[in-house]
């Protein structure tokens, strides 16, 4: 099985030698957790659970574009949420993507993310 990093200047920069943005194996795009952080100043930008899931999900699409993917070819989508009360708010912004066929989805609520943020989303998309 080959794999290879998808690297963006588009989305925050990953965390050298630790992960990678996303890997490309076997037609598949494996995109790391994106956080609400703004590519250019790699801060966490300020607002609100729908403010931020827009961000995680702009930065989820610089890399899914940078490996030859899109929005509409993700296939699993997992999001963490430092407080479930934020679901619906979350997902305000969470149905204006992906078009009229859903990935299949995880929410889950967990006790802290980095940068304390709000908010974490990964996906999985199949290659164009």
């Known amino acids: 099985m080959g794999k290879e990093a998808v690297v963006t200047d588009k989305a925050p920069k990953a965390l050298p030698g630790i992960y990678s943005q996303a890997i490309v194996a076997n037609g598949f ?19 609100d659970i729908q403010a931020h899931t827009h961000q995680c999900i702009k930065n989820l699409k610089a ?13 699993e989508v997992n999001v963490f949420l430092a407080d479930m009360g934020d679901f619906a708010k ?20 967990v006790k802290t993310l980095p940068g304390n943020t709000d908010v974490e989303i990964k996906c999985v998309a199949v290659l164009k």
């Open 29 to 47: 795009v494996y995109c790391s957790g994106c956080v609400p952080m703004d590519a250019a100043t790699m801060r966490l930008i300020p607002g």
């Open 63 to 75: 890399v899914l574009e940078a490996a030859g993917s899109s929005l509409e070819h993700v296939v």
């Open 90 to 109: 979350m997902n305000e912004i969470y149905t204006q993507y992906w078009g009229d066929v859903k990935p299949a989805r995880t929410c889950v609520a």
